[in-house]
Nanobody, 116 residues
């Protein structure tokens, strides 16, 4: 069974940094795309950043220049380095993995809280 394990959330002051990690296990195939989404209270889940198998990245306008997504050589772990954090970045962050066959897979979510 495919599972996504997330780590790295927490509480940080505005201007600080956090690094989120997501590791995929239980699949015989590497995910085509791995990404991070976030959902703040009362808001819809939104894409934060994603990275494809060949390293193509996409970022939400609100995080460009502050967040960096990367993927390890084994293609099983994705990292989201977040710098210059703002209170509006506060949300539950969810890892997502897209495969050629089958539904998207989601992590359980990790809370990121940025205090003013």
């Amino acid at each position: 069974q495919v599972q996504l394990a997330e780590s790295g959330g927490g509480l940080v002051q505005a201007g600080g940094s956090l690094r989120l990690s997501c590791t995929v296990s239980g699949s015989g195939f590497s995910a085509n795309t791995m990404g991070w989404y976030r959902q703040a209270p009362g808001k819809q889940r939104e894409l934060v950043a994603s990275v494809t198998w060949i390293g193509t990245t996409i970022y939400a306008d609100s995080v460009k220049g502050r967040f960096t997504i990367s993927r390890d050589n084994a293609k099983t772990t994705a990292h989201l380095q977040m710098t210059g954090l703002k209170p509006e970045d506060t949300a539950v962050y969810y890892c997502n993995a897209k495969f050629t066959i089958g539904p998207d897979r989601w992590g359980q979510g990790t809370q990121v809280t940025v205090s003013p």
